[in-house]
């Protein structure tokens, strides 16, 4: 009876013992979720270090490790985990500017039969208190001690028949008074500073007054205004202001509309293959007014370092074509390539349509061979 309960002591060890040792590579960590609990944004990065076993009976490769957002920061053990040893994956994470709940999944792939686990990390940050640079991020230059919230005045959208104001919130960081004054200023432009003069620490802002009667140029505009303090002016010290001017169609009637102008284009994207450095490529976008009154281009723009030539015609009556050129001089630029013009009309449908003109540009060697294989 005692050699029966020994022979089966025996069995179910060793049968645990193979449950335990699994066929190949097999990781085993020792936990997959972790909760930070409360943290400081101030306190800066937390780590945690997940820790796993190769309970498996072969090599163990942790391949890579992805997490689902940048704030966290995973390494781990790179080298081959032989059966028994141990490991870890690491979780390091930002808490700067990202207050309140997280939930982050760190993607670990490796060579065991499963493939990929996912672990988590989660928490709270508390929010530091915020000081004047966070409130007034920019700086006019190293010499001035004017802060802003922004350097980029951005009217957004103004209206041709609009007046439109907004506000540039700033702050005097320096011992002594501030009067701010600007130069350079476009005509449609008025900027004033409330109060006229700022004291050491006080907070004020600059009133910008936009009138898109008197700006006469059409879609994204903007223009770079210089700042004075005390009469003084750096090379850095200027303010950027934009805005994108449109026409105003939103009290048009449905009547109105039925008779407007209609911009209708043959094709609004033109490919043209390939081409090398040295070759220039012309190319005509044509389009008719399918409308019932006349057609208007206010302007045509271009972002891609094409030269775009203006059309035959500006005002195109109903049922009449025209037609601009586009010439794209490839320069240095090598690789594919996909280049926007952008045509303002008195279409109140299609006010701004965006054309396009994509290819490849190759290198004379690759040009030469290509010719050389064709022959």
Request: net charge positive; proline share 4%.
């Amino acid at each position: 009876m005692k050699r029966l309960f020994i022979s089966v002591v025996f069995v179910l060890i060793s049968i645990s013992f193979l449950n335990a040792q699994q066929k190949g590579a097999f990781i085993s960590f020792e936990k997959e979720i972790h909760d930070f609990g409360k943290i400081k944004e101030s306190d800066g990065k937390v780590e945690y270090k997940f820790l796993f076993t190769n309970t498996g009976n072969s090599p163990l490769i942790i391949n890579n490790v992805k997490a689902s957002c940048g704030c966290t920061s995973p390494t781990w053990t790179e080298k081959p985990i032989m059966p028994g040893q141990e490991g870890n994956v690491s979780a390091v994470f930002d808490p700067r500017n990202r207050p309140g709940n997280f939930n982050k999944s760190i993607y670990v792939e490796t060579n065991t039969e499963k493939g990929k686990i996912v672990l988590r990390i989660a928490g709270e940050v508390q929010a530091r208190e915020k000081t004047i640079k966070d409130y007034y991020p920019k700086q006019l230059s190293q010499l001035s001690e004017l802060r802003l919230e922004t350097n980029h005045f951005a009217f957004v959208t103004v209206y041709s028949n609009q007046i439109k104001k907004d506000t540039l919130k700033i702050y005097n960081s320096s011992d002594s008074d501030m009067e701010i004054t600007f130069g350079k200023v476009p005509g449609y432009l008025n900027l004033e500073t409330k109060p006229a003069v700022l004291k050491p620490g006080e907070k004020g802002y600059v009133l910008g007054t936009y009138d898109g009667a008197k700006v006469n140029d059409w879609g994204f505009v903007t223009s770079r205004v210089k700042v004075f303090i005390n009469g003084e002016s750096d090379d850095k010290d200027y303010i950027t202001i934009s805005a994108k001017v449109e026409e105003n169609f939103s009290n048009l009637t449905e009547k109105e509309i039925a008779n407007a102008p209609k911009i209708v284009f043959e094709e609004i994207s033109y490919n043209f293959g390939k081409i090398g450095s040295k070759d220039k490529i012309k190319h005509d976008f044509k389009f008719k007014n399918e409308g019932k009154s006349d057609l208007t281009i206010r302007k045509i723009r271009s972002t891609c370092g094409c030269t775009t030539v203006a059309p035959e015609k500006t005002v195109i009556k109903p049922g009449e074509s025209s037609s601009f050129k586009v010439i794209f001089n490839p320069g240095s630029r090598k690789g594919m390539q996909n280049k926007s013009i952008y045509v303002i009309s008195n279409d109140p449908k299609k006010s701004n349509i965006r054309l396009t003109i994509k290819g490849e540009i190759i290198t004379d060697q690759k040009q030469n061979a290509n010719r050389k294989y064709s022959e």
